[in-house]
């Protein structure tokens, strides 16, 4: 099938590609990029795994054609650090016990960061809802919970 | 899991999308947020050889309120529906079944309205990979000749419509717009369900859902929507209902109610004005009498397509319809949105 | 420092640690929260194909052809291998399951063929293009039914379904103490399948060098037996003496899914051996869901009773397992559930006999607990019932029944630290056990023993440890160790570091790759945190001692009063050395000597003897889980509005860590007890999807608290006792419990779902209508 022209920004750069029409977004970024921090732990936008930022809001990678990402900002795992600091919400995870196997990790920070860009001051329910869309088996979700709530509140002090 | 081959297609306006559905006809699919869509083309349900993006028709993408009441653009996205200040003050109902699809980050922040309402329809049996369809012969919906979810097998397909938005839009008698490349249509949304489970929207191919027009808030009326599903995320319905309630003097004089994921449509059921009307608004016996009356016509379409007991789901019908008509009379008398009623 | 202190009621003495019982971040958190870490899906070698597996389209039937013409034909297509081509290699410790099989099949999930690809879509097209032709054979997906003599066998070879194991016990006299007890129960219970949903999928990377050593890059919790086991497939080939070094990416989630090797793993060295290059394996979430080995089913019969006082007399329980079609440590889960049905309570009198029993349903294997929260679940629930009857209250009627430090169990179980009663406190102090309560809200409890102290199945319960330190003062361990994401590598950092007087930052622990890391038995049975630890800790403590002489040496001061601590020694506080200076010095020198030390621990535990009785772990853990729900009597939808988990831990090593085992254990319980199920229709796997298969979601996450009663064992690291597994063995039966005090209806088949719930509530009121009554127009329970 004949390769479309992509032009995409990916955690601040910018790429100029060609892919299939029917390569996902998540298989050029894992496949063709090299960012494997998304996940793939279903393919069918259940799990969560594989989501990204799309202009800022939490999409499922695997159910997004590369194309359709055409002209938009992603940002992926790799790109919540900014120049060697950890995002607050990594940190938070990190201290929080929130990481345990770690295969949900980038979907559930990816969600998280999400939340905090649109809704600065969720409570404990925003965010369970936001991160609602997401399986994790190994940590009850009551960790990742408490550190994207510590993060919330600490951009409350800051106010 | 890869996707099979397609071309695509980004059209910049919608008549340039409508002449592209016009000549590519059969093989072409709208392309919306893509999350119910390219899930099926992945299980390999539907192949369409071109793929017609939403996604540059700004057109499409808005949502705006006028003296008629709500236009919702077919692409607007789910959230944005959400944080939509006047649906939360006065159509707590259709923020509530919004908020009830899937989660936010599955299709949230990608998924359209019109994708929601255009979904085709769902059956344990067929919404599976091609490995598990293999096993089995092939069954109506696919191109065959059989139906696994019909006990003693049917020459009908006997898919369930789970759009979310559907029961709740329909009971507040929302029509939609449908265009085609030389053809504009304005219908009431329920004409837009054929009621025939191997093609569930009465869409011709070169047609596309742009528009969804919900009328004004009328002083006095209240709208609920209710969904039973195992998890409070992610789930499709086992059951849903969509309510709407018009009262005056604190009697019921307008009524609808209609139930999802339970037939190859959405199911309004008939008896409901009859019943209610002149009631008081709330009356718990006249509600358990519809609640009644929905189950029993539930009971005539509710197959084994989802993985929850047949039976099951079919008793659940009148506590969800109770449910949801209970909570619209509420609204309609305390005139609350959604946020506030929380 | 020594310091009196009192802690859960017993004095003792506490020293201050700098690294022991501090909340500290998992070590490798930081790759993983930066999307470094890399998994099996990450990894890619130079020439590497894409492998996949055909599966049986029948549940049992005679294999009459494979066609692989077509298939082989296909550009990009490597290798076609089906059961014809290859060397008999068979699977498991029963050795019944052949990789590849040829005659007949006995499941769905059977494997049939199996082809190597350049590209993962050209090796699934070439999948689809194999033909087989079967004949199908009568099948059986019910172990009870598969019992009676007329049941179509699914191993002719066998003579019968009934796998020849020898699971059966009776300590005391049984048939006496029931003729004693004023009180009994007898029941019948039921659980089903359920899987471990790994988040990270299975996969396997084999690859072979050039003189036929072997590298398989495999999820898998057991590193050393795992190599033995690609041994004997090599050799099955006719490669001998060669190497087979086994590299453990980062894992996804093992919860016992990764305790054999499975036809993946051997798959991939086969086609990388016939192609000559390497070849992966990478399971799809549907390939996941029909082709990794479940929880089994199991029915129990239980009956139990007690004298007037309420103390227990006996305990007689039988059992059916569904084995499925093959045998893996499934089948021996009944040697783990003897120690609850001995040991749970004190009990004089036990029986016990299990049957593990093929059937064409997917074969089974153990899952966090091994067979632990099957048993619980019927026992826990007899015992509320049984109080019930003695009219007792619950929370005394444990009380009156707890294990307590010291006792011996009638299986032999010598109970060293025993924090039972605590826990059993802590939760009914929290859930209020008593108080009146609203409508549809009820309270319920359920208790747990478990090894701590490792498990001895196999001779060996080992683990070794190497430890190395460098110039400056940086410690490398090598553990036998499996880090699955439950955090063993923290632990034992925190462990060497304590020791060590060094952060936990400056050890780093390998555990990856047998090439580097010591033997180890596998990261079963909660033993990790025990075992290794005691080994690394065994480890550190030889250096530590050098350590002290050489620091003695090079400062004049006596050896007992130097302290390392901080990277430094320390004399009355100040210091006086740091340990890189040491450590460059020790080699810098004639005669000098390299800072390295191993150990290996074994446990001082015991195989089961012929009557099954032993200490089979060096310690025992336990837990009293508490629960209030609310119960939707018209929809039977159950709500979880408050959890307490106590458990009796020895000694928190890592509360951060501890708190994230017994929360994720919680909600895999609540999912056991409430939605979870592998729906099997005649053998077939009808949701191999998280859409169907309900792991709860954030949405449904209880709020849990989790209290830890520390008892300080003797013989643990630091005191500490496993928590892997135990966090979710008694949930299931604390909810059924608490459902039973809300509506007065007792669930006794798992799942709990709102269908079950709202069937038990019409038996209990009589109640024909269902969903509004339409003579009383009153919303009513139905079925
Ligand atoms: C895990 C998961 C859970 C889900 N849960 C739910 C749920 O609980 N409730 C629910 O209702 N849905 C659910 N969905 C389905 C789906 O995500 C939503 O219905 C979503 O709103 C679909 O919108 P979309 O824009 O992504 O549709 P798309 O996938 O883009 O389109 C869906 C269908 O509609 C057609 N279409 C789209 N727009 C138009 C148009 N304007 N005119 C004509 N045809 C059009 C497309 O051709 C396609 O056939 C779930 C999906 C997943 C993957
Ligand atoms: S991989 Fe995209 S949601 Fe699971
Ligand atoms: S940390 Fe393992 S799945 Fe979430």
């Keep these: ?159 | 899991m890869r996707l099979p081959p397609f071309a695509y297609d980004r059209p910049r306006d919608l008549y340039e999308a409508l002449e592209l559905l016009n000549s590519y006809g059969k093989d072409c699919k709208v392309l919306a947020g893509g999350t119910d869509l390219l899930v099926r083309m992945k299980q390999g349900l539907v192949a369409p050889t071109h793929l017609v993006s939403l996604k540059a028709l700004s057109e499409l993408a808005e949502i705006k309120e006028t003296g008629d009441g709500l236009q919702i653009g077919a692409a607007v996205k789910l959230s944005d529906i959400l944080a939509y200040q006047p649906v939360q003050d006065h159509w707590p109902g259709l923020f509530e079944a919004v908020k009830a699809i899937g989660a936010p980050s599955i299709q949230h922040f990608s998924g359209t309205i019109g994708g929601n309402l255009c979904q085709d329809n769902r059956c344990q049996f067929y919404d599976q990979s091609k490995f598990f369809r293999a096993a089995r012969q092939t069954c109506n919906k696919a191109g065959g000749s059989t139906c696994f979810a019909w006990k003693g097998g049917s020459d009908k397909c006997h898919s369930a419509c789970q759009s979310d938005s559907a029961p709740i839009l329909i009971a507040m008698d929302a029509k939609v717009v449908i265009k085609s490349k030389n053809e504009t249509r304005t219908m009431p949304l329920e004409e837009l369900y054929s009621s025939v489970g191997e093609r569930p929207l009465t869409l011709a191919d070169n047609e596309m859902l742009t528009e969804i027009l919900v009328p004004a808030p009328t002083p006095g009326a209240g709208t609920a929507f209710e969904k039973l599903a195992y998890r409070s995320s992610i789930d499709y319905a086992m059951v849903s209902a969509g309510a709407f309630v018009q009262t005056e003097g604190g009697r019921t004089t307008r009524v609808r109610l209609v139930i999802g994921a339970v037939a190859r449509g959405p199911l309004s059921i008939a008896t409901v004005e009859k019943t209610l009307k002149n009631r008081p608004a709330g009356d718990q016996q006249a509600i358990n009498e519809v609640a009644i009356d929905a189950m029993n016509t539930a009971a005539a379409f509710i197959a084994n397509n989802m993985t929850q007991p047949v039976e099951y789901r079919t008793k659940m019908v009148s506590v969800i319809a109770k449910r949801a008509l209970t909570r619209a009379a509420e609204r309609a008398i305390s005139q609350k949105g959604f946020l506030e009623a929380k | ?783």
Aim: charged fraction near 25%; aromatic fraction near 6%.
């Design chain 1, 1 to 159: 099938m004949n390769k479309q022209p992509l032009e995409i920004s990916i955690n601040g750069d910018c790429y100029s590609l060609a892919v299939e029409p029917n390569r996902t977004l998540l298989e050029l970024l894992r496949e063709d990029l090299d960012l494997t921090g998304a996940k793939e732990g279903c393919g069918e936008g259940v799990c969560g795994g594989c989501t990204v930022l799309m202009d800022g809001k939490p999409v499922r990678s695997c159910l997004t054609l590369a194309l359709e990402a055409s002209g938009t900002h992603i940002t992926t795992v790799e790109g919540l650090a900014q120049k060697g600091e950890l995002d607050p919400l990594q940190q938070s995870f990190i201290e929080h016990g929130a990481v345990q196997c770690g295969f949900c990790t980038s979907g559930m920070l990816m969600a998280a960061k999400g939340l905090a860009l649109n809704n600065p001051h969720a409570g404990n329910k925003e965010i369970r809802n936001a991160i609602s869309g997401h399986i994790c088996r190994c940590t009850g979700y009551t960790k990742i919970i408490e550190a994207v709530e510590a993060v919330v509140d600490r951009s409350l002090e800051k106010r």
């Design chain 3, 1 to 783: 420092m020594i310091d009196d202190q009192e802690r859960n009621g017993k004095k003792e003495i506490m020293e201050e640690f700098t690294v022991i019982g501090k909340r500290i971040s998992k070590v490798d958190a930081v790759d993983k929260a930066t999307g470094r870490a890399l998994y099996i899906q990450d990894l890619k070698l130079p020439g590497m194909l894409y492998g996949r597996i055909l599966y049986s389209k029948y549940p049992h039937a005679h294999i009459i052809r494979v066609g692989t013409e077509k298939a082989k034909a296909l550009p990009g297509v490597i290798t076609v291998l089906t059961g014809e081509d290859i060397p008999p290699v068979r699977l498991g410790f029963y050795k019944d399951n052949p990789l590849l099989k040829a005659g007949k099949v006995r499941s769905y999930r059977d494997e049939v063929a199996a082809v190597a690809a350049t590209d993962p879509e050209i090796a699934r097209e070439a999948i689809s293009l194999i033909d087989v032709t079967y004949e199908a054979l009568p099948a059986i997906f019910d172990p009870e039914e598969a019992l009676k003599p007329e049941a179509p066998l699914v191993h002719e070879e066998h003579k019968t379904n009934l796998l020849k194991m020898p699971w059966s016990l009776h300590y005391g006299d049984v048939e006496a103490a029931k003729l004693d007890a004023v009180f009994n129960v007898s029941e019948r219970f039921s659980t089903t399948w359920v899987t471990h949903c790994c988040m990270g999928t299975s996969g396997a990377i084999a690859d072979f060098d050039h003189s036929n050593n072997l590298t398989v890059y495999t999820n898998t919790q057991i590193p050393s037996l795992a190599q033995k086991d690609f041994q004997e497939t090599l050799k099955i080939l006719g490669v001998k003496d060669k190497r087979v070094r086994v590299i453990k990416p980062c894992i996804g989630g093992g919860f016992g899914s990764k305790l054999d090797t499975y036809a993946y793993e051997h798959m991939a060295i086969l086609l990388a051996w016939y192609a000559r290059r390497p070849v992966k394996i990478l399971f799809e979430r549907e390939e996941e869901f029909i082709a990794t080995s479940p929880r089994q089913p199991t029915v129990t019969y239980i009956s139990m009773g007690c004298d007037k006082e309420g103390r227990l007399l006996y305990r007689d329980m039988s059992m059916v397992l569904d084995n499925g079609a093959y045998t893996s440590w499934g089948a021996t889960t009944p040697s783990v559930m003897m120690m609850p049905i001995t040991s749970l309570y004190r009990v004089p009198n036990v029986r016990y006999s299990a049957k593990c029993v093929y059937t064409n349903n997917t074969y089974s294997q153990a899952m966090r607990g091994y067979g632990n929260p099957q048993a619980t679940f019927a026992i826990e629930s007899a015992i509320d019932m049984l109080a019930e009857a003695a009219g007792i209250d619950r929370v005394e009627f444990r009380r009156i029944n707890s294990n307590q430090p010291g006792d011996v169990t009638p299986q032999g179980l010598r109970i060293t630290s025993c924090g039972l009663p605590e826990c059993i406190e802590a939760v009914s102090k929290d859930l209020e056990f008593g108080r009146s309560r609203e409508n549809g809200v009820g309270v319920g409890l359920a208790s747990l023993i478990h090894v701590g102290g490792g498990a001895r199945i196999y001779k060996s319960d080992g683990c070794g440890t190497i430890i190395k330190m460098d110039d400056y003062g940086k410690v490398d361990v090598f553990t036998g160790a499996s880090d699955m994401g439950q955090g063993s590598d923290t632990i034992i950092a925190q462990i060497v570091a304590e020791e060590l007087g060094v952060q936990v930052d400056d050890v780093h622990v390998f555990h990856q790759d047998t090439d580097i890391c010591p033997w180890d038995v596998g990261a079963h049975a909660s033993r990790t945190t025990f075992v290794a630890g005691n080994s690394a800790l065994g480890a550190a403590k030889k250096i530590r001692l050098r350590l002290l002489a050489m620091a003695s040496k090079a400062t004049g001061v006596d050896e007992d009063k130097l302290v390392l601590r901080d990277r430094a020694f320390f004399v009355e506080g100040k210091p006086v050395l740091p340990i890189a200076k040491l450590l460059r010095g020790s080699h810098f020198t004639p005669r000098g000597e390299m800072m390295m030390a191993d150990n290996f621990y074994d446990p001082p535990n015991e195989n089961m003897g012929k009557d099954f009785r032993g200490n089979m772990s060096a310690t025992y853990s336990f837990g009293t889980h508490g629960v209030r729900v609310k119960v939707d009597e018209a929809t039977g939808k159950v709500e979880i509005l408050d959890y307490i988990a106590a458990h009796d831990v020895g000694r928190a090593i890592n509360p951060l860590l501890l708190d994230g085992q017994v929360h994720g254990g919680v909600l895999m319980g609540v999912g056991y007890a409430l939605t979870e199920q592998v729906i099997m229709e005649n053998g077939r796997n009808m949701n191999p999807d998280f859409r169907d298969y309900k792991v709860l979601t954030a949405m449904d996450a209880i709020h849990s608290k989790a209290v830890v009663i520390e008892t300080i064992d003797d013989q643990g690291p630091f005191g500490a006792k496993g928590i892997g597994e135990p966090g979710c063995v008694p949930t299931a039966p604390a909810i059924a419990n608490a459902i039973y005090d809300a509506i007065g209806v007792r669930i006794k088949d798992l799942p709990i779902t709102p269908e079950k719930v709202l069937a038990a509530i019409k038996k209990k009121n009589g109640t024909v209508s269902c969903g509004i009554d339409a003579f009383t127009q009153k919303e009513q329970a139905c079925e």
